[in-house]
């Protein structure tokens, strides 16, 4: 049981360190994309209606998949996020070969941020707990309810207290797979930044 019980903590620790990663990767995100907004004022007339109007495409498919369910909405999402990055990133290059200055160089260095924080959250979104700390974790249950029902296999008039230990374990464990599970479950990042920064974008219109 003690072995089960420190098991049960380092693994919780783990999802835990995994839910908070993925936490700081939404608000940097959240951050990396306002600043690419405000360095697009930098740019000419046409090239900054463009990237604003981009960004603004952007934010919102990146909320978007936060609410996906499935691997092939996710997917699709994904893609148009990185056909986004691509127009983002041509308008930049368009803007830089026209006259190339310190300030364009600013916003080249936000496009590479954007790309960069959105590759760090879909880094983030990756199971932290690993198949074999699982299994050894099952096993370990599994041997402890035996044990334990095997010494109290005597015992008569207070056979519901053996319940109490699955229950507990069970609820240990579903805690740790709905922490451990980026995007699904009810235990999951909602993206909050994003969607204050989409608001907020929205009334400057």
């Not at 003690?2 to 693994?11: A, Y």
């Not at 050894?136 to 319940?163: E, S």
Request: glycine share 6%; proline share 3%; hydrophobic share 50%.
């Amino acid at each position: 049981l003690s072995l089960l019980g420190l098991i049960i903590g380092f693994t919780l620790s783990m999802s835990i360190s995994g839910f908070n990663s993925r936490q700081a990767a939404e608000e940097y995100e959240a951050f990396v994309i306002r600043t690419g907004f405000m360095r697009a004022d930098l740019l000419t007339e046409s090239s900054r209606d463009l990237m604003k109007a981009t960004l603004r495409e952007y934010l919102q498919q990146r909320i978007n998949i936060y609410d996906a369910q499935s691997p092939e909405g996710i997917d699709f999402i994904r893609m148009k996020v990185l056909d986004l990055q691509k127009v983002l990133w041509e308008t930049a290059v368009h803007e830089t070969t026209q006259k190339q200055t310190p300030v364009t160089s600013l916003v080249i260095a936000s496009i590479n941020e954007i790309v960069l924080a959105q590759q760090k959250t879909f880094a983030g979104w990756r199971h932290q707990i690993p198949l074999a700390a699982w299994i050894l974790l099952v096993v370990i249950a599994i041997n402890c309810n035996i044990l334990i029902g095997y010494n109290a296999r005597k015992v008569k008039g207070k056979l519901g207290l053996l319940f109490i230990l699955p229950a507990m374990i069970s609820l240990s464990f579903l805690m740790i797979a709905e922490i451990d599970a980026p995007g699904k479950g009810i235990i999951k990042v909602t993206p909050i930044n994003l969607q204050a920064l989409a608001n907020m974008l929205n009334k400057e219109l």
